[in-house]
């Protein structure tokens, strides 16, 4: 089953956003496979966001991302880089589909929230990057095979 890995940003969590966050992607189907609560080293930030180095934005990324704590998640399901990345929306928030969460939720690029992998590549090297493997949690839960199932 594919695995993405999620980011409620500071701004999601100091809105009192990561309940909302997580009920969403619940509701979607998704099955949570880790999580953790925590302050983000510059180093953790400068490998999460190595990508963009050099761009014009990269230094106020890295200030903000570690600015206040965030909720780190690994989250599993059918196609969940693409479903994940859909539920969260556009980067632009005011490209974002309505009924994203940066379409509900944010209007600033600099403020949109969530943080989620957009390819299953880099889902393995974020999830990688911030848990351990024996952080990551195989666990059944009873809706499987309601969510999950094909006839
Ligand atoms: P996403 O978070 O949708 O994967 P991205 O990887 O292109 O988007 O950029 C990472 C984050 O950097 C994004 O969520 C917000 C910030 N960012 C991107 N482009 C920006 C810009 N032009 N100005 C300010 N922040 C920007
Ligand atoms: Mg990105």
């Known amino acids: 089953m594919e695995r993405t890995f999620v980011l409620v940003k500071p701004d999601g969590v100091q809105r009192g956003l990561t309940g909302e966050v ?18 983000v080293p510059e180093s ?6 190595a990508v963009h180095k050099g761009k014009d934005f990269y ?14 998640m690994v989250w599993e399901g059918t196609n ?14 005011w490209e974002a589909a309505p009924g994203s ?24 090297g974020e999830i990688a990057l911030w848990f351990a493997e024996n952080e990551l949690v195989d666990w059944q839960q009873c809706t499987d095979t309601w969510i999950f199932g094909k006839n």
């Not at 009920?23 to 999580?35: D, P, Q």
């Not at 953790?44 to 966001?49: F, G, M």
């Not at 969940?80 to 928030?93: D, E, F, L, Y």
């Open 59 to 72: 230094p106020g990324l890295i200030r903000y991302i570690t600015s206040a704590p965030v909720m780190a």
């Open 44 to 49: 953790l930030a400068e490998k999460h966001y």
């Open 101 to 124: 969460i940066r379409h509900d939720f944010a209007l600033e690029v600099s403020r949109n929230i969530t943080h989620a992998s957009d390819s299953v590549e880099n889902a393995a």
């Open 22 to 39: 997580i009920s969403r992607l619940e509701k979607r189907g998704l099955k949570l496979v880790a999580a953790k609560f925590l302050a």
């Open 80 to 93: 969940a880089v693409a479903a994940v990345r859909q539920t969260m929306g556009a980067t632009r928030p």
